[in-house]
């Protein structure tokens, strides 16, 4: 049984409600709270946690709503945020004046150090917690990894808040260094994952599939469970997005990217070609081969490597491109507009059913356009060319597929052409 942290000795400070608060909980998706016995209220807007009383929260979300021009928020309770302020938190404290400046994406950050790397956070939520008896202090210093860099914001030894750190790459480490010189020297996040400092009989190694390279980069908790942090590894960069492979499933994840890498080699020696040496994943993108302004463009990983162009067909449903191959990817919402016939080929990656290898992207693109949630772009005879295109991919790759629609349709005719029932005859008399 779960039992709640024991917060019993906790103050009556709280944060006040400013227009800090109110902007920043304004553009949130969802405010999330949890309420301890002692009466302890923790709020947070994903990015940040803070305490604050019943009214002060009831004050809030009358304030926020008002702002609100879109749906209305209403409070989720998480009882999760407790263990966030609770317990020994905040080893290494960040005292003197950050380093303030803007960010490419136009968020100020707040830049702090201990001479061995850097502690950055959004200053617009830093500012929040700033003032009074308020002292700042980072969860883990000890530990190089982003995750665990949470700044504590601490009264009097009670927990006040948490804000969750910003992301800080080589490259910004790079640019810092005259800036906000470190006296220990930087090494990259690749180095530190080869150091390998624990041991483990897997991370810093690397894995070939045929087509991207993998780094088993870290054993981490996720969800409450220890995961494999495997991202891709290109030109030497580690991409930022990564799956998520459970200790006892390590094995056979390798064993099924050797097979990978073993197919490739046949298929390529059958087709006369050479298969390339094992790279560094994908080339980063250059603006000839990104081609124009999209918008949307947020998928970067997909069941056939790193997204390198993403198209939005539908809500929910985009066309994307990587290296070597691509295909539609539906969201798990979207697939209930599609038939049980075309989700048999699809196949599941993360939150979405994609389609794409032996036709089955035409599938994905038939359904579309039988209900009508997508139109082909261009001339009319550009469209009718196009759709037959499909239809003769479906009838070589997709046969049943194929006939399943087919007699789908032919029902829906003989239901159409069928002569209306008349509900006021009268009954024919059988007796």
Not at 12 to 26: E, G, H, L, T
Not at 200 to 208: A, L, Q, R
Not at 321 to 348: I, L, N, W, Y
Request: some cysteine; hydrophobic content about 35%; glycine content about 6%.
């Amino acid at each position: 049984m779960n039992q709640k942290p024991d917060l019993s000795d906790s103050s009556q400070a709280v944060i006040p409600i400013s227009k800090a608060v109110i902007r920043a909980f304004s553009k949130a998706d969802y405010i999330a709270y949890a309420t301890h016995d002692n009466g302890s209220i923790y709020i947070s807007n994903g990015y940040f946690i803070m305490k604050t009383g019943q009214a002060e929260f009831d004050g809030l979300l009358e304030q926020v709503n008002k702002r609100r021009r879109t749906e209305k928020l209403s409070p989720v309770e998480s009882p999760s945020l407790l263990l966030h302020v609770s317990g020994d938190k905040g080893k290494f404290e960040l005292s003197g004046e950050p380093l303030e400046f803007e960010l490419s994406d136009k968020r100020f950050i707040s830049l702090f150090s201990d001479e061995k790397q850097y502690f950055g956070y959004n200053k617009s939520y830093v500012d929040i917690f700033r003032g009074g008896d308020n002292r700042l202090f980072v969860d883990d210093n000890a530990s190089y990894d982003t995750y665990n860099h949470n700044m504590i914001i601490k009264s009097s030894g009670e927990v006040l808040g948490v804000v969750l750190p910003l992301r800080l790459t080589d490259e910004f480490y790079a640019e810092m260094a005259d800036v906000l010189p470190l006296k220990v020297k930087w090494k990259t996040e690749l180095e530190r994952i080869k150091e390998n400092p624990t041991n483990d009989p897997y991370i810093g190694k690397e894995y070939f599939d045929g087509r991207d390279t993998y780094i088993v980069s870290a054993l981490r908790e996720v969800g409450g469970a220890d995961v494999y942090i495997v991202p891709n590894l290109a030109d030497g960069k580690i991409s930022r997005y990564a799956d998520h492979v459970k200790p006892d499933d390590m094995e056979s994840k390798i064993m099924e990217w050797e097979t990978k890498r073993i197919d490739r080699e046949h298929r390529d020696k059958a087709n006369n070609r050479q298969t390339p040496p094992a790279k560094k994943d994908n080339p980063p993108a250059t603006e000839e081969s990104k081609g124009p302004a999209r918008p949307f463009t947020h998928l970067r990983r997909s069941p056939w490597g790193e997204v390198q162009a993403c198209d939005k067909l539908c809500p929910g449903v985009f066309m994307v491109s990587a290296a070597e191959q691509g295909g539609v990817m539906v969201t798990r919402d979207m697939t209930a507009a599609f038939s049980p016939a075309a989700m048999k080929r699809g196949v599941k990656f993360n939150d979405f059913v994609c389609f794409g290898e032996n036709g089955a992207k035409d599938v994905a693109l038939r359904e579309l356009l039988d209900k009508k949630l997508w139109v082909v772009p261009g001339k009319a005879k550009d469209r009718a060319d196009f759709e037959e295109s499909i239809n003769k991919s479906l009838r070589e790759h997709s046969p049943d597929y194929w006939r399943s629609r087919q007699k789908g349709l032919e029902q829906a005719q003989r239901r159409h052409n069928a002569p209306a029932r008349n509900n006021n005859a009268p009954a024919h008399d059988t007796r």
